[in-house]
């Protein structure tokens, strides 16, 4: 059981947005960033967006992410084919002194 | 280019010890926290550690806190994690993340991944 939470899958058509959904508490996400990596299987994770809303040089703006409260979300828009991969939130733990990562999200793109 | 190469997994027995390397190139490797991140088969990320820069600092998760040591030889642009008393649950792919910082966000924030070592701990 990850501490931070997410739905196992999740899928749209191209061109469709999707939205994935990472739940915590008070001691992770509520007082710390939250960040969001891709992964195909078989590659080195990437960084998605750092510090709750922020993109890398590299990412296209398709990518946004948000944070409230104990919980936050990465959106993907005008979804592609190789946006399939898996997606994993993590942040700082302040009672755990260590990072989590959320259980990670499978999207397909139908 | 920043490259991260890991090196040392492999087959070992249960109770067993395992030394795992990994050798950054291209960066200032005693700037930056370095960490590692373990994928289980089928399961996902974990982050198991994670080193300051100078490497005074050190972070555990419960699931290997005393039975992994990170380690890192900034001489030798080096990250280590000796792992002892291994369990069958601790066979994953590794894979050492370099941070953007040397502490603080160091911890959670990784711009490069190498491309992981595979440890499998059976009998």
């Known amino acids: 059981q990850s501490v931070l939470t997410q739905p196992p899958s999740a899928s749209e058509t191209p061109g469709q947005r999707v939205t994935i959904s990472c739940s915590g508490s008070s001691s992770n996400i509520g007082s710390n960033y939250i960040y969001w990596y891709q992964h195909l299987p078989g590659t080195a994770p990437k960084l998605l967006i750092y510090?709750?809303?922020r993109r890398p040089s590299g990412v296209p703006d398709r990518f946004s992410g948000s944070k409230s409260g104990t919980s936050a979300s990465l959106a993907i828009s005008g979804l592609r084919s190789d946006d399939e991969a898996d997606y994993y939130c993590?942040?700082?733990?302040?009672?755990?002194?260590?990072?989590?990562f959320g259980g990670g999200t499978k999207l397909t793109v139908l | 280019e920043v490259q991260l190469l890991e090196s040392g997994g492999g087959l070992v027995q249960p109770g067993g010890s395992q030394r795992l390397s990994c050798t950054g190139s291209?960066?200032?490797?005693?700037?930056?926290?370095m960490n590692w991140v373990r994928q289980a088969p089928g399961k996902g990320l974990e982050w198991i550690s994670g080193?300051?820069?100078?490497?005074?600092?050190?972070y555990y998760a419960d699931s290997v806190k005393g039975r992994f040591t990170v380690s890192r030889d900034n001489s030798k642009n080096t990250l280590y994690l000796q792992m002892n008393s291994l369990r069958a649950e601790d066979t994953a792919v590794y894979y050492c993340?370099?941070?953007?910082?040397?502490?603080?966000?160091?911890?959670?924030?990784?711009?490069?991944w190498g491309q992981g070592t595979l440890v499998t701990v059976s009998s």
């Open positions: 080193i300051r820069d100078s490497g005074v600092n050190t």
């Open positions: 993590a942040a700082w733990d302040d009672s755990l002194s260590g990072v989590v």
């Open positions: 291209a960066f200032t490797f005693s700037n930056y926290a």
């Open positions: 993340a370099k941070g953007t910082f040397g502490y603080s966000y160091g911890y959670v924030e990784f711009d490069f």
């Open positions: 510090r709750n809303d």
